[in-house]
């Protein structure tokens, strides 16, 4: 995953690897939210695990815990997330694909 943090309400981070397939796909680009208000379980989101600040990531919210969220992987065979390095506080939720097939993503996913 690709990104630096944001500062801006809204900022783009490019997909690396298959730990979310097949909801994203190595190489996407999304569009995403700043913030971690409002977040839901079933989100897609970007996220840095405290246990790893120079890790970014984008994974599913799972549900809030210790003042932060845990995070999941879509593809269960190749993710590390929250089970590998605990809570992590969200930068921002991702609202849109817009590279290769742009796509909205729905508010939240029952996970």
Do not use: C, Q
Request: hydrophobic share 40%; net charge positive.
């Amino acid at each position: 995953m690709a990104a630096s943090r944001p500062s801006a309400p809204l900022f783009a981070v490019l997909v690396r690897g298959p730990s979310m397939a097949p909801t994203l796909r190595h190489g996407d680009a999304l569009l995403v939210r700043r913030g971690g208000r409002g977040i839901r379980p079933g989100d897609v989101v970007v996220g840095v695990f405290r246990s790893r600040p120079d890790l970014v990531v984008v994974k599913r919210a799972a549900r809030p815990e210790a003042g932060g969220w845990w995070l999941t992987g879509d593809n269960d065979l190749v993710t590390d997330d929250s089970r590998a390095y605990g809570v992590a506080d969200v930068l921002g939720r991702v609202v849109l694909r817009y590279w290769p097939h742009p796509r909205r993503f729905p508010r939240y996913r029952s996970v």
